[in-house]
Structure formats: C-alpha cells, structure tokens
C-alpha cells in the first residue's frame, strides 16, 4: 500500500514541477525477473524510476541510507535494500539473486554512486554477474534532467526550470552458453553502457 501511495504521489509531483515524460514502455517486459539498469546523476533516480516502472520494483541503496530510523523506515517501505559499497556484501547479492529468483524486477544503478558531472561513469561488472546467475534479461534506463534539477552537493532541487524525461530501451538478453566467457562479460557491460547512454542522450535538448 505504502508502495503505490509514494508511486503515485511521485508521478503527480514530478509531472507538476518537471514535466516528466516517460518514452519506451512498450519495452517492459510484462512478467519474468528482471534487471533495470539506469545512469545516476541524482538522489531523484530511484524516485524517477519507480514512478515510471509499471511494475513493483525491489532497490539496492547505499548502506548508509539506512543509518537512521526515518531513512530506514522508507527505504525498506519502497522495497530498497542496503550493500555495503566498500567490500563484497555477500548479504546483498543474496537478497538481489533471491528478488529476481522470485521473478520479480531488481532497479540497480551500476555506476556504483552518482555523477559529480552529469556524464556517465564507469559501469560496475556486477550487474553483468548477476544477470549470469539468474538468466534474467537487463532493461537499460536513460533518465535525463535530474542532474540539472538536482545534483550532487544541492540541499533541495530546483522547480519547474528543467524537463525530466525517461526513456526505456530494449531488453538485452543473454547468451547462456557464453557465460562463463569474460570477453563477453566485458562486451555485455560496454553494450549496456553505450544503450544508457544513447538513450540519455536522446533527450538532452529538452528544457
């Protein structure tokens, strides 16, 4: 109940001060696990993209979102989930394997942390090794105009000066009998980077 109330209240908030256009949901697949892999500019993206997803959708967040009572309390409402960033959370990839081995869709920001920049960081392998142990197929994300709205180091974003548009891409499905092979792990991670930022990219002259 508290899931859909923050969705709903999200999508009326963003459309009023951001008119936020959502583009390609015909590419969410309807049923099936599910990884959707967006770029991170801004503390708005999980909000962004929950709003926009037309299916339950299970977060990792940061550790340290869960340090105090209120933080905690939200984030485990809207069915996010801490990893510890400074080491291997075992914990955390068991939680992640488990979402998707429900079928259920898992929203991973793979860069890790937000831009300092607005420009697209290095994607993490880990969302590649994920994906390999579930079969599920990853759905990349370009979210754009949340970095100009509200960025890394901003106390509260800035109203109505900016468009926030995200576009879904086509789902990238994996090739199970070349898993195991780490040139094709590095090239599924390149192509996804490159898809998220092609469709980031795609909106960059709204205003």
């Keep these: 109940m508290f899931y859909y ?11 009023l001060f ?6 390609g949901m015909e590419n969410i697949p309807k049923n099936g696990a599910l990884i959707v892999a967006a770029n991170h500019t801004s503390n708005m993206d999980p909000l962004i993209l929950g709003a926009a997803f037309n299916r ?3 977060f990792i967040a940061k550790k340290e979102v869960f340090n105090n009572f209120i933080g905690n309390y939200i984030s485990r409402k809207l ?4 990893v510890d960033r400074d080491k291997i959370d075992i914990k955390a990839l068991k939680h992640a394997l488990n979402v998707l081995q429900k079928n259920e869709v898992l929203g991973i920001f793979p860069e890790g942390s937000r831009s300092f920049n607005g420009e ?9 090794r994920i994906a390999i142990k579930t079969g599920a197929p990853i759905l990349p994300v370009g979210i ?3 970095y100009q709205i509200y960025p890394r180091g901003k ?13 879904f891409g086509l789902p990238i499905y994996l090739k199970p009998q070349k898993s195991k092979d780490k040139v094709y792990q590095k090239e599924l991670l390149h192509n996804l980077t490159d ?3 092609r469709l980031t990219n795609l909106t960059a002259d709204s205003s």
């Design 56 to 58: 339950k959708m299970h």
């Design 155 to 167: 106390i509260l974003p800035k109203l109505f000066i900016h468009k926030i548009t995200l576009q």
């Design 79 to 82: 069915n996010a989930f801490p």
């Design 144 to 146: 754009d105009g949340a």
């Design 18 to 23: 951001w008119r936020f256009e959502v583009k």
């Design 195 to 197: 898809e998220i930022k």
């Design 5 to 15: 109330f923050a969705k709903y209240l999200a999508w009326l908030l963003l459309k």
């Design 120 to 128: 697209l960081q290095d994607f993490k392998l880990g969302i590649i």
